[in-house]
Structure formats: C-alpha cells, structure tokens
C-alpha cells in the first residue's frame, strides 16, 4: 500500500481510536477498583492500529521531578482563584455610590433620551454564551488600547458577570478622567436572574 493508502486507513480509524483507548482506560479503572490485575502504572502501552499491535515501554522515575522525586517541591494543591488573580465577592456587599442596580440599567436601555451608555468588559467569548441585545463589548484586558474611543463627557453604565471586572473598568477609566461611570451590580447573571431569565447563566 502507498502513502495514500495508509492516509486513507487512518482517516477512516480515526474514529474508532477513541473508542479502543477509552475501553483500556475505563479497564484499568475496574483493576484499581477491584484491586485486581497489573495496572498500567509506571508503564506506557503503544498501540499501532494499522498493523493491530501493542507494545509497551517502562518508565522510570525524574529524580529531579518536583512531584513525584525523592525531594518533591510540590506538595499541595494550589489556590486556583488566587493564582488566576480571581477576587472574591463579598458576602454582604454594602451599598456603593459607584455602582447602579440592574432596574436602573435596564431603565438606561429602555430610556435611550438619557443619554446613558451601557458597555460590558467580558471576554468575547463569554458574549457568545450570553449577551444583552444593544450592548457594544470592550472586553476589560482591550480597555487600556480602547478607552480613548469612548466619550468621557458621556455616562457609561458597565457590566460584566458579576461586577468584578466592571469595577476594575471603572476604577481604570476613572484614573483617565471619566467622571461619569457606574459599574451594574450583580452584572449579566443577576439580569438573568432578576430581569431576563432567557439570558443563558455560566
């Protein structure tokens, strides 16, 4: 067979491979489960699907692997939320004088004479799982390069998810001199909770 062939083979393959894999996984689950069997611990199995063999290769151990060497440096897992510089949000949020309910933004999209501007700082992305129709996106890590298209004579009402992000936007178009900025408490997932359920939540 040419190379053709073989390409043609593993094109067609290619969606039973998953298949065979995740059969062998979900045995090896069952062995360790019933503490039956020899594991594929501390091995690598090869498969080659053309010619239908198995080989396996023993591997051994990095002594220099922070995880699994004599000395490991890693022993814990990690604070995910503050290595990913996720703030929390407070319990009890106290009121804020920089930041409007979701009543009053709607009042703002349904009100255009005056004359406020909804933006959300989300990633475009998440405005592809859920958005509010109308609202103009400037994603929050855009803001410093985008800022200077927006009015700072304008009132700017800026949501996010759950205002976090929106009071990060507000404090940074602030220090620019924008005077009249407010951040939407509760952002999209309070709006799908209190004014459009058909909003998706994530």
């Known amino acids: 067979m040419g190379p ?70 890693v022993t814990e897992l990690i604070d995910y939320e503050m290595f990913c510089g996720i703030q929390p949000e407070p319990v009890n949020p106290g009121s804020n004088p920089d930041e409007v309910s979701l009543q009053e933004m709607k009042k703002a999209l349904d009100t255009p004479s005056l004359g406020i501007k909804v933006i959300d700082v989300r990633e475009a992305d998440e405005q592809q799982i859920a958005r509010i129709a109308g609202v103009p996106l400037v994603p929050l890590s855009t803001l410093p390069q985008r800022f200077m298209d927006l009015d700072p004579n304008v009132q700017y009402y800026i949501h996010c998810k759950s205002g976090v992000r929106s009071m990060k ?5 602030r220090e620019q ?26």
């Open 177 to 202: 001199g924008f005077k009249y900025v407010k951040s939407v408490k509760g952002g999209i997932n309070g709006w799908a909770d209190e004014i459009d359920p058909s909003v998706p939540k994530y």
């Open 169 to 173: 936007a507000l404090r940074f178009l």
């Open 4 to 73: 053709a062939t073989d390409a043609f083979i593993l094109s067609r393959r290619r969606g039973v491979l998953p298949g065979i894999i995740g059969c062998i996984q979900a045995t090896e689950i069952l062995k360790l489960a019933l503490g039956k069997g020899t594991s594929l611990i501390g091995r690598l199995m090869l498969f080659n699907a053309l010619d239908m063999k198995f080989r396996e290769l023993k591997l051994r151990k990095d002594p220099k692997c922070p995880l699994c060497g004599p000395n490991p440096s």
